[in-house]
C-alpha cells in the first residue's frame, strides 16, 4: 500500500528553456493503479458491512475486473479481508486513520484491561469501536475461546444504523450529511425509516446507552455506551453476543460501570502524565 501512494504523481519535469520531456511511463502508470485503489477504498465508505465485487466496481465508477484486481492488492497488503466472495476493511484502515479522527493510537491499549474485566463479568464479546466514516470500525475485541468464531464471524465492520455501536456514534454527532445515510435493510427488523431512526438516536443522547436486538443480524443482541475520554473522538465499548443468552437488563448496568471506570482511570493516567 504505502509504495503505491508513495509513486511520484508528477508527469512532466520542466527543462531549461521552458521545454518539458513525454511523461514517464512508469510513473503515469503507478498514478493510475494508485488512483484505482483509492477509488475502491472509497468506494467502501459508501457501503455498509460486508460488500461484493459487483457494488464495489458499481460504487468506484470502476470494471468488475478492475475492482477484482485491485482488492486482490488490498487483501495481500491487510487492508480487506474477503470470506465468500464478499469484502470488508480491517482494523489496519482505522489504525490508519486514527489521527485524522483524533483517537489517540494508545487508546486501544490503555483500555484493554477494562474490556477484559468487562467480559470476565459478562461472559459475552466485548469490542471498542470507533467510527470510520460510513461505517463504525471494530479496533478491539475481547472474547473468550468458545466465542472466538462467533465474534470473528462478526467482522471488522459494522452498519451504523442497526448495531448499538453504530447507533451509539450516530447519536453523538448527527449531522446533515447524515440525511444521506443510506439505511439498508438486513433483516426485517433494521430501522430504514428515517424519522424513527432520528427518535431512536435522540432516545439513546438521553439515556446514553444504544441496544440492537436482531436488527443487524437475527439471533444476534449488542449494547453499547460511550467510553468518554478527554481530547479523543468518541469511542463506544460494546457488549455482543446470542440473542438467546443476552440479558439486556443484566449487562446494562454492568456495561455503564466499566465504562464509567475506564473513563475515570484513564482520565487519571492522562492528568498523571501531564504533571510529571
Not at 161 to 189: N, S
Not at 245 to 251: G, I, S, T
Request: net charge positive; charged share 20%.
Amino acid at each position: 500500500m504505502v509504495a503505491v501512494l508513495s509513486i511520484s504523481t508528477s508527469c512532466t519535469d520542466s527543462q531549461p528553456g521552458g521545454d518539458s520531456r513525454q511523461p514517464d511511463g512508469d510513473a503515469v502508470t503507478g498514478k493510475a493503479a494508485a488512483a484505482k485503489v483509492l477509488a475502491v477504498l472509497e468506494a467502501f465508505s459508501l457501503c455498509q458491512g460486508e460488500v461484493g465485487v459487483a457494488e464495489l466496481a458499481r460504487k468506484a465508477g470502476l470494471p468488475k475486473s478492475t475492482t477484482h484486481r485491485m482488492l486482490g492488492f488490498l487483501c495481500d497488503e491487510g487492508f480487506v479481508k474477503t470470506a465468500a466472495g464478499r469484502y470488508e476493511l480491517t482494523v489496519k484502515v482505522a489504525r490508519l486513520s486514527s489521527s485524522s479522527t483524533d483517537v489517540d493510537p494508545g487508546l486501544y491499549d490503555r483500555v484493554l484491561p477494562y474490556l477484559t474485566d468487562l467480559h470476565e463479568t459478562v461472559k459475552h464479546p466485548v469490542l471498542l469501536v470507533i467510527r470510520a466514516g460510513g461505517v463504525a470500525r471494530v479496533v478491539k475485541r475481547v472474547c473468550g475461546s468458545r466465542a472466538a468464531s462467533f465474534a470473528t464471524h462478526l467482522g471488522d465492520t459494522l452498519p451504523l444504523h442497526c448495531t448499538a455501536a453504530g447507533k451509539l456514534l450516530l447519536a453523538h454527532a448527527w449531522t446533515q450529511a447524515e440525511q444521506d445515510l443510506e439505511l439498508h435493510r438486513y433483516t426485517d427488523l433494521t430501522i430504514t425509516d428515517r424519522g424513527r431512526l432520528q427518535r431512536e438516536l435522540i432516545s439513546t443522547q438521553a439515556s446514553g446507552i444504544a441496544t440492537d436486538v436482531n436488527e443487524w443480524r437475527l439471533g444476534v443482541t449488542s449494547l453499547a455506551v460511550a467510553l468518554r475520554i478527554w481530547g479523543s473522538a468518541p469511542a463506544v465499548i460494546a457488549v455482543v453476543g446470542p440473542s438467546a443468552r443476552v440479558d439486556v437488563r443484566a449487562v446494562a448496568p454492568q456495561l455503564r460501570r466499566l465504562a464509567h471506570h475506564a473513563a475515570l482511570g484513564m482520565r487519571d493516567s492522562q492528568l498523571r502524565s501531564v504533571a510529571t
